[in-house]
């Protein structure tokens, strides 16, 4: 599993232009299941995605497909974590 923290290194008004492709990105990555959840930062400085994906080559080359990425609006800093403990409701995360 795998936290990606995304923070803008372009002002909000160059962001927001490509919103809604990036919403459109995400998506296409919920129906697949590799994401969770995602939301954005609180000051409105990035956001999170929290992902599961077989490797973090496979998340690598998503992140590629991500408009923020390519058009160079965000960084994004991967840190893979293995869940040891979940609430009830998300016990299918864990890992063995």
């Known amino acids: 599993m795998f936290v990606i923290e995304l923070t803008y290194i372009q ?7 490509f919103v809604s492709e990036h919403r459109a990105f995400l998506e296409r990555h919920y ?6 959840l995602s939301g954005r930062k609180e000051p409105r400085t990035g956001g999170f995605i929290l992902a599961n994906t077989a490797s973090r080559e496979v998340l690598e080359l998503i992140l590629q497909e991500d408009p ?3 058009k160079g609006i965000a ?11 979940a609430a009830a409701d998300l016990q299918g995360l864990l890992t063995n």
Not at 31 to 36: I, M, P
Not at 75 to 85: A, G, N
């Open 11 to 17: 002002p909000l008004s160059i962001v927001d232009n």
């Open 31 to 36: 129906a697949t299941g590799q994401f969770l």
């Open 68 to 70: 923020f990425q390519h």
């Open 75 to 85: 960084r994004y800093t991967v840190t893979e974590f293995l869940p040891s403990m």
